[in-house]
């Protein structure tokens, strides 16, 4: 029996209360929640107000993978210039962002990643620079 129905059965509100121990206070706020809201309204309610604001728009998040699927070595900040060489204006910082959404944060997990999705879409091996099953890390700096 919820305290609503204690109260109506009691027809008194105070020892309603009193036998549940909440205060009248916490009994009419209860009253006016299920009568405003339903029952729903008593579930307990996340406080905290989402931070999708300062999220990158979901394309050029996308991109951003796209990218890190096709040059696994390269660090925030490459991406972060190779991006604004095709037109994409996104921060380091906002690389490095979307890399901890997606626990991408470090060279060795971007390349695990990486062979789970060649092995997902049918590939055995795959090879070229900067590949687990490579045979090391190709530089793309030139030395003179």
């Given at each position: 029996?919820?305290?609503?129905?204690?109260?109506?059965?009691l027809?008194?509100?105070?020892d309603a209360?009193?036998?549940?121990?909440?205060?009248?206070?916490?009994?009419?706020d209860?009253?006016?929640?299920?009568?405003?809201?339903?029952?729903e309204?008593?579930?307990?309610?996340?406080?905290?107000?989402p931070?999708?604001?300062n999220?990158?728009?979901?394309e050029i998040?996308?991109?951003?993978?796209?990218?890190v699927?096709?040059f696994?070595?390269?660090?925030?900040?490459?991406?972060?210039?190779?991006?604004?060489?095709?037109?994409?204006?996104?921060?380091?910082g906002?690389?490095?962002?979307?890399?901890?959404?997606?626990?991408?944060?470090?060279?060795?997990?971007?390349?695990?990643?990486l062979?789970?999705?060649?092995?997902?879409?049918?590939?055995?091996?795959?090879?070229?620079?900067g590949?687990?099953?490579?045979?090391?890390?190709?530089?793309?700096?030139?030395i003179?």
């Open positions: 029996m919820n305290i609503l129905e204690l109260g109506q059965t027809g008194n509100i105070s209360c009193r036998k549940l121990g909440v205060t009248r206070q916490h009994y009419y209860i009253k006016q929640t299920i009568e405003e809201e339903g029952l309204g008593l579930l307990e309610k996340s406080r905290r107000v931070r999708i604001g999220r990158v728009a979901p998040e996308q991109k951003v993978l796209d990218y699927f096709q696994p070595t390269h660090g925030q900040t490459r991406v972060a210039n190779e991006l604004k060489k095709a037109g994409i204006l996104i921060s380091a906002g690389i490095r962002s979307i890399w901890q959404r997606h626990d991408l944060t470090v060279e060795a997990l971007r390349l695990k990643r062979e789970k999705w060649g092995k997902h879409r049918g590939s055995n091996r795959i090879s070229g620079p590949s687990v099953s490579g045979q090391g890390r190709e530089r793309s700096r030139q003179p």
